[in-house]
T-cell receptor
Framework: ELKVEQNPLFLSMQEGKNYTIYCNYS?????LYWYRQDPGKSLESLFV?????AVKQEGRLMASLDTKARLSTLHITAAVHDLSATYFC???????????FGAGTILRVKS | EADIYQTPRYLVIGTGKKITLECSQT?????MYWYQQDPGMELHLIHY???????EKGDLSSESTVSRIRTEHFPLTLESARPSHTSQYLC?????????FGPGTRLTVL
C-alpha cells in the first residue's frame, strides 16, 4: 500500500528566509505532484515531476525528485507572505492514474 | 488550465435528505475523480471513472454513489445524508498526467 508522508506538517517562517518541505513515499512511483491550496479554496497544480533527478522551479519555489530515495523536496527561497498556503505532495500509483496525497504542510510566512 | 465546475459550492442540509453534488468539465477529459477532504486534512479518493459507464470505488470507503453517463458529467449522490458526511468534496479531471481540481462543495449535514 502506497503511503505518503510530508514533513513538517506546520511551518511558520519569517519573510526572506529559506526552508524545505519533504515528501517521502513508500513504494515505487514515477510521478510526483505538488499542489497548493489556499484556505477554503481548491487545489492548484504547482509541479509535476516525472523522472529521477527532475528539478522544476517557478518563482521562489523549486521542487526536486529522487526516485531511488523515494523523496521529493519543495524548497522555498526568500519567502514572502503570498506564499502562505497549504502545500500537498501527491504520488501517482503504479497502475492507473490515481493519486495518494500527503497530509499537507501548512505554511505561514510572517512579515 | 482545465475548466471544471462544481455545484453547489456550499450546502447545509438536514439528516436523511438525498443530495446530489454536481461536477462538470469542459475539457473532454476521460478520467474524473471525487475526493473527500476534512478541514486541514489530506484528500482521500472516494470514487473515480476512466470513461463513460466506468466507475470504481476509491481508497476511502464512502456511502455515496456516482454515475458517468456523459464524458463531461460526474455527479455524486448521497441517498440519506448524515452528520458524518459533513466534509468538503472535491472533483477532479485528467486528460493526461495532471489532475485539475474543481472549486469544491462544502457540505454540512445537521
Amino acid at each position: 500500500e502506497l503511503k505518503v508522508e510530508q514533513n513538517p506538517l506546520f511551518l511558520s517562517m519569517q519573510e526572506g528566509k529559506n526552508y524545505t518541505i519533504y515528501c517521502n513515499y513508500s513504494t515505487t512511483s514515477d510521478r510526483l505532484y505538488w499542489y497548493r491550496q489556499d484556505p477554503g479554496k481548491s487545489l492548484e497544480s504547482l509541479f509535476v515531476l516525472l523522472s529521477n533527478g527532475a528539478v522544476k522551479q517557478e518563482g521562489r519555489l523549486m521542487a526536486s525528485l529522487d526516485t531511488k530515495a523515494r523523496l521529493s523536496t519543495l524548497h522555498i527561497t526568500a519567502a514572502v507572505h503570498d506564499l502562505s498556503a497549504t502545500y500537498f505532495c501527491a504520488v501517482g500509483m503504479e497502475y492507473g492514474n490515481k493519486l495518494v496525497f500527503g497530509a499537507g504542510t501548512i505554511l505561514r510566512v510572517k512579515s | 488550465e482545465a475548466d471544471i465546475y462544481q455545484t453547489p459550492r456550499y450546502l447545509v442540509i438536514g439528516t436523511g435528505k438525498k443530495i446530489t453534488l454536481e461536477c462538470s468539465q469542459t475539457m473532454g477529459h476521460d478520467k474524473m475523480y471525487w475526493y473527500q477532504q476534512d478541514p486541514g486534512m489530506e484528500l482521500h479518493l472516494i470514487h473515480y471513472s476512466y470513461g463513460v459507464n466506468s466507475t470504481e470505488k476509491g481508497d476511502l470507503s464512502s456511502e455515496s454513489t456516482v454515475s458517468r453517463i456523459r464524458t463531461e458529467h460526474f455527479p455524486l449522490t448521497l441517498e440519506s445524508a448524515r452528520p458524518s458526511h459533513t466534509s468538503q468534496y472535491l472533483c477532479a479531471s485528467s486528460g493526461g498526467r495532471v489532475q485539475f481540481f474543481g472549486p469544491g462543495t462544502r457540505l454540512t449535514v445537521l
